[in-house]
């Protein structure tokens, strides 16, 4: 499985991952999240596992298991710490501890290093049986419902390290602090490479024209992705430069707003025959994958972000980027570089302009973002941060580590 | 038998302090206080990551474009971290040079909420990059094809951990080839005014003319 990404992931990433899979070998690793299939986490530890246990590690992969009542009260936490007042009982933190327990009693948290991903399962820290414990903290706690995190913070602590993706997203622990951006998996569906044949299928079944520059935005119907912002850009642009504009995503399932948002670019839309709005069912990952290759210019124009994984999955195909300067999206796009950070609608409309009356920047922007993102956005450089981060767990307090 | 030269690379991971600033008054009460390794990665690693722009260091590039206190930003980038002896130095003048400016303007802005600066540090992990080089034509031919942070770890961390006089590269090209002429060179490149890309093409350069001469001495057609 390495192997896929021989020509592909940096050279001395491999290279720190055959060291440090020598170093590690034969010890365990085990993983805990709460759900095995959709979502992000899922998603990578399917991946990761593997690559793992290729390395010569023992590596596992447990989830655990709750009824409604616990994924409530969980999806309330995740809300909180995202900074949504919400309301959490004490009651509701016992049934939380006890889901926990539960579990505990049942999975095998016995190894050498553990990674306990997001708030559903941290309880688990009161049943160590020894081993390195580090919680892995995927969501924006930057601003969060205080009195939510002062409670969950009560696990957190007892953790010998917490993980971030970003350093903005982290809050003071008493812990050690590593910072451990997400990554794309360069050979999944997603982001593979596609036959010119295999895009072109997906523009006409899509009825999408490519004699014109092709602006896109992949995202949920969210405010905060700001659908009503891109069609302003889009019409701003479009004086001087002829071009269309696709909106790819699909409700958000547990946003009530979801439909609201959605008839609202719609009407919004109007009768422009050059606006074209995809809803796409979940695991549409082939047809995003050739709509991002089929892009001129990607953006993602958000007005408040998570990580937004999807900024990379574009540059990856070589697209420049617009994108908000918001969440992890700052991270991913430099300036001028590999694309642009935009402030305003306005701002947007003036880089898909310059971008698109500059073909050769646009490409140049492009291949570099290529460039960064294999340095720093994929998967392979996740574990190896991952297993750099339990082998700094074993020689606390040195900042440099000969292998 | 002269000495060969290892090719190294380097891998930073970073950690966070949980300390942050969202004004200049706060960036001061912070730079007292933080570990040497936060200020040593805020300013030597800043070349780590590969897009040099207008500024040398992580506190320059925050007060230049975060809080846009353009004046502050020249000057803390022309403060040269290989100048000090130790990091209290280092943090005593990165101090000074905000102390001066907040008695010239008392009354900085703040940074928009989520510009705020965070400081980290780093754990570096170095292994060996698979390569040695036994003479010059080695070695250009490793450098031509070196990874970045092998460049960074032998270019820059070089010289904190060489006591900030030279670079593993010159040395080697002076002690271990005895070529003190290219290593001279190496050594002239500043260190402030390139990207990792740019200083591999003016070391090749400066070897690559060196090994021609050297061939056409030893009447090597080419």
Known sequence: ?403 | MPKSFEFKQCVTLLKSTGKKAGNLRELKDALAQVSDGAIAHHTYQYFLKGHILEYTNDFAHWAGESIEERALAERLSNIDPYAYASIQDLRRDLIGAIDDHLTAFPEPRDAMPGDEFHFNETVMLVFPAGVRARNLAEFLMAMKYAEASTLYYHFYDARVRLGNKTDDFSQWLEDGMEKPEVAARVRSIDPFMHTLETIRERIVDAVEEEVKRDMESAGVPQ
């Not at chain 1, 192997?3 to 899979?21: F, H």
């Not at chain 1, 990580?307 to 908000?324: D, H, I, N, R």
């Open chain 1, 1 to 403: 499985m390495i192997d896929e990404y021989k020509n592909i992931a940096p050279k001395g990433d491999l290279m720190l991952l055959g060291k440090l899979g020598e170093t590690l070998r034969s010890r365990s690793f085990l993983h805990v999240n709460s759900t095995r299939e959709g979502g992000g986490v899922a998603e990578i530890l399917h991946r990761m596992i593997p690559i793992l246990r290729e390395l010569g590690i023992d590596a596992r992969w447990e989830v655990i298991e709750g009824d409604a009542r616990f994924f409530d009260i969980t999806k309330k936490i995740h809300n909180a710490l995202q900074g949504n007042e919400e309301i959490m009982t004490e009651q509701m933190w016992a049934y939380h501890g006890e889901v926990n327990e539960r579990n505990a009693k049942k999975l095998n948290l016995e190894a050498d290093a553990v990674l306990i991903h997001d708030p559903q399962p941290a309880a688990l820290i009161h049943y160590r049986k020894g081993g390195i414990w580090m919680w892995r903290c995927h969501i924006d706690a930057s601003g969060p419902h205080m009195a939510v995190w002062n409670a969950l913070k009560r696990h957190c602590e007892k953790y010998d390290a917490a993980v971030f993706s970003v350093a903005k997203f982290a809050r003071a622990l008493p812990v050690e602090e590593f910072i451990i951006p997400p990554s794309i998996d360069p050979v999944s569906e997603k982001n593979r490479e596609l036959t010119a044949g295999e895009i072109d299928e997906a523009a006409n079944r899509f009825g999408i024209s490519r004699d014109r520059p092709v602006l896109l935005q992949v995202s949920r119907f969210d405010r905060f992705k700001d659908p009503i912002g891109v069609i302003k850009a889009y019409r701003m642009a479009k004086k001087y430069n002829d071009c269309v504009l696709v909106l790819a995503g699909s409700p958000a399932s547990d946003d009530p707003e979801g439909e609201a948002v959605l008839n609202e670019v719609r009407e919004y839309a109007s009768d422009d025959r050059d606006i074209i709005i995809l809803l796409l069912p979940a695991f549409s990952d082939r047809d995003i994958n050739a709509l991002q290759r089929m892009a001129t210019v990607v953006l993602q124009k958000s007005l408040k972000e998570g990580f937004g994984l999807t900024v990379s999955e574009a540059m990856w195909k070589e697209k420049p980027v617009l994108g908000g300067a918001v969440g992890g999206i700052p991270l991913q796009v430099v300036h001028g570089v590999n694309g642009f950070l935009v402030h305003s609608t306005e701002g947007a409309a003036f880089r898909i302009r310059q971008l698109l009356t500059n073909p050769a920047m646009a490409k140049r922007m492009g291949e570099r973002g290529k460039e960064y993102v294999r340095t720093n956005f994929l998967i392979t450089r996740q574990v190896r941060d991952y297993l750099s981060m339990w082998y700094a767990m074993e020689h606390r307090g040195k900042r440099v580590l000969d292998l």
